[in-house]
Structures are given as structure tokens and as C-alpha cells.
């Protein structure tokens, strides 16, 4: 990953900017699941998860030429989706704005999710833990 500088991020990784803790789903997710939940606007990236290790991800455009129903897994994917918690946070941002991604997989290089780095809708930085729960806790409330 190059990085053209990112001030606001400099000096950082990606593990000081994920959520630590982000939504998962198991193996078992059907695509009809994966549509209900991707019908939250919030949600961009469905992680698909066993035992802490990222199977695959899937995204609205990856339903589109899907059957209506069946394994998540046979649509999902890590390629272009991962990033590992010790790379340069702008160069992440850098490329996550270059692919007109929000979302990526933060794992290990053995496969273990430790996160989601989320990039905020200005694109100008990330979400965090307290914010994801703020959320939570509002639409809980309403």
C-alpha cells in the first residue's frame, strides 16, 4: 500500500483506528440472511465467521446475481476485503478510498478477525467503538 500522507492518520495503524468488536455471522448465514441484514444502511461489510477466523465477506453487490437463497459463503470473499492490523493507517485509507470501500476485515495473517476498520461516510476518518455503541444505544431508544 502507498500512502500520499494523510496527516490525520500518520504514525497510526490499523489497529488504533478499528472497531474491536464488530458484528459477525456464522457459517450457517443464508443469503436470505445476508439480505435482511444488509437491508441496514450501516452495514456494509457481512463478516462471516468460525471459531475467530474470517471465512469470507459479502456485500449487497455480491446478492445481486445470487440465488434467492443458500449459503452466504458461496458469494463471499476475502479478496480486497482484509487488511492487517500493523499496516500505515493512511495508506489504508488511501486504498479503501481508491476502491470506494468503507468497510474492511481486519485479520491476522493467520485469519483471525481482531476488528473492522470503518471508514466514516465524509471519508475523512473512522469509526470507533464508542460510536458503533452510541448508535446502538439510539436506535434502541427510538
Known sequence: MTSTG?????????????VTRPHVHGRGTTLADARDILVDT???????????????TVTREDLAPAPHDGPALAVA??????VAPDVALDAAHD???AAGQR??????????LVGLLCLKRSG???CTDA????RVAERAGS
Open 6 to 18: 494523510n496527516a490525520p492518520f500518520a504514525g497510526r495503524r490499523v489497529a488504533d483506528a478499528m
Open 42 to 56: 450501516h452495514v456494509h461489510l457481512l463478516l462471516l465467521v468460525e471459531d475467530g477466523r474470517l471465512l469470507g
Open 77 to 82: 470473499t476475502t479478496a480486497g476485503r482484509t
Open 95 to 97: 486504498e479503501m478510498r
Open 103 to 112: 468497510r474492511r476485515a481486519v485479520v491476522t495473517d493467520t485469519g483471525e
Open 124 to 126: 475523512a476518518g473512522f
Open 131 to 134: 460510536g458503533v455503541a452510541a
